[in-house]
Structure formats: C-alpha cells, structure tokens
C-alpha cells in the first residue's frame, strides 16, 4: 500500500535518519490499514453468519445456537485485530519494535487476512446453506477450526511485538 509523498516528505527524506523514521512509520500505517482490511472481511462474515442464524433457527435450532455461540467468539477476535499493538514503541521502552520486527508483523498479518478471507467463503456457504436447509455441523466445524488459527496467528503476532518472536 503506497501513497504519494508530499514535497515536504520528499525534502525531509533527504535529512540523515529521517528516511528511516518516515519507513517505520509507513511500515505502521500499512499495519493498521491491513488490520482494519481484515476486520472488514470479518465484519461481513458475522453479517453472513446472523443471516444464517435467523434461516437456521426455523429448522435446526441447535446449528443455530452453535453459530451463535461462534458469533461471540468471532467478534472478540475481531476486536482483538483491530484494536491490536501496532509495532509502536516510546523512546524509553525496554523492548524496541525494528524494522525487522515490523516485515515479520506484516508477514503475520498477511497471514490474517488470507484466513480472514476463508471465513467469510466459508460464512457465504454456510448462508447458502442454511438457505436451502442443508445440514450445517460440518462447515461449521470448519469455521471454527480457521478461527483457531486465527487465534494462533494473533498469539504469533503478540509475541513478535513484545519482542518474544524467532528471529
């Protein structure tokens, strides 16, 4: 994700260090765009999911339950990506957030997004389902087990901003 710089970055990129400064922080804006991008997709998915919900509840009350179960889930990892640390560290920090740091936290988020994706496919065939009366237990298995790893990817993420994270 590019944008154009302004005169004033394009001068300011000439002082010494300062490029590097103005890289980590565009390195942190794509991080917060591509966690905002994720909880979008996953924004549709519950919207996909309480549609199926309301279908579900005419004919298999117990999928309904269990989608509704999810849908609590869903919305605390969501609101775990989007409110998630953004690889900013103050000066006086004792862990430092690098630029090295920053690529494996993209690369994770990267991660997110590609499973992010998968769900909502999987909410749209659940909804597909659920509107023609299929039997839901099965995709909904898959939809939780995608959502486990992105339970394992944000716990991956975490560790990477507090500096636990392979190197």
Same mark, same amino acid.
């Given at each position: !994700?590019?944008?154009?710089?302004?005169?004033l970055?394009?001068?300011l990129?000439?002082?010494?260090?300062?490029?590097?400064?103005k890289?980590?922080?565009?390195?942190?804006e794509?991080?917060?765009?591509?966690? =905002?991008?994720? $909880?979008?997709?996953?924004a549709?998915?519950?919207?996909? /999911?309480e549609?199926s919900?309301a %279908?579900?509840?005419?004919?298999?009350?117990?999928?309904a339950?269990?989608?509704?179960?999810y849908?609590?889930?869903?919305?605390?990892l !969501?609101?775990? /990506?989007?409110?998630?640390?953004?690889? $900013?560290?103050?000066?006086?920090d004792?862990?430092? @957030?690098?630029?090295?740091?920053?690529?494996?936290? %993209?690369? /994770?988020?990267?991660?997110l997004?590609s499973?992010a994706?998968?769900?909502?496919?999987?909410? @749209?065939e659940?909804?597909?389902?659920s =509107?023609?009366?299929?039997?839901?237990?099965?995709? #909904?298995?898959e939809?939780?087990n995608l959502?486990? %790893?992105?339970?394992?990817? #944000?716990?991956? %993420?975490?560790?990477? #901003?507090?500096?636990?994270?392979?190197?």
């Open positions: !994700m590019t944008k154009e710089k302004s005169a970055e394009k001068l990129d000439l002082l010494p260090g300062f490029h590097g400064y890289a980590k922080e565009y390195l942190r794509d991080d917060q765009l591509i966690r =905002e991008y994720v $909880y979008n997709i996953l549709d998915s519950v919207r996909n /999911i549609n919900i %279908r579900a509840s005419t004919y298999d009350f117990n999928s339950e269990i989608l509704n179960e849908l609590r889930d869903l919305r605390l !969501m609101d775990k /990506i989007r409110w998630a640390e953004h690889g $900013y560290s103050p000066h006086y004792l862990v430092k @957030v690098k630029n090295e740091d920053l690529e494996k936290i %993209r690369e /994770i988020d990267e991660k997004v499973i994706i998968d769900i909502k496919n999987k909410s @749209v659940i909804l597909n389902d =509107e023609l009366g299929n039997p839901l237990r099965p995709k #909904i298995n939809l939780k959502t486990s %790893r992105v339970r394992e990817i #944000i716990f991956e %993420r975490e560790k990477q #901003i507090k500096g636990w994270g392979g190197k």
